[in-house]
């Protein structure tokens, strides 16, 4: 995949379906509430559910500062964290990682960058930098992130 650059919903929303279709194994994105997303179509949950079909190491974490547009209109991706639980997990940002401006989904291949929260301006790469960087600022913040009150089952 050559670099993709953005600067419009649109283009955003198309850099991240073409990066979430390279996941094999790995799935982590760190988005506001995922509202500027098209997280919310069926085609999104079926290429995560194809990603966890092929491999049974599969894992995709969602990073929030929100969850309340993935608690209701996100349903097919809700969906699938009931099903996959073991290997899906949602997490909302701690309030000391609030300052973080750059948005990203980024798989084991590739990496979407919102470059700041306010604008649609970004780009969507393989470059191994890029996404070594994305990926040790997804762990910092994962690291602090705690579980969303709403959705979680007991299993009682």
């Known amino acids: ?90 997490r909302l940002l701690d309030e000391s990682d609030r300052g973080a401006t750059e948005r990203f989904l980024l798989t084991d291949s590739a990496t979407a960058r919102r470059f700041h929260a306010d604008a649609y301006r970004g780009e969507a790469s393989e470059e191994g930098r890029t996404r070594a960087l994305c990926r040790q600022r997804f762990e910092s913040m994962w690291s602090r992130a705690h579980l969303p009150h709403e959705g979680r089952q007991l299993g009682i």
């Open 1 to 90: 995949m050559d670099t993709i650059a953005f600067d419009s919903q649109e283009g955003l929303q198309a850099a991240q379906h073409t990066v979430l279709l390279t996941a094999h194994k790995t799935l982590d994105w760190f988005d506001t509430d995922l509202s500027d997303t098209l997280a919310h179509e069926p085609t999104y949950a079926e290429a995560i559910q194809a990603m966890f079909a092929t491999s049974g190491l599969a894992r995709a974490r969602l990073l929030l500062i929100s969850d309340t547009y993935f608690w209701r209109h996100c349903t097919h991706l809700s969906g699938l964290l009931r099903k996959y639980g073991h290997a899906f997990e949602v």
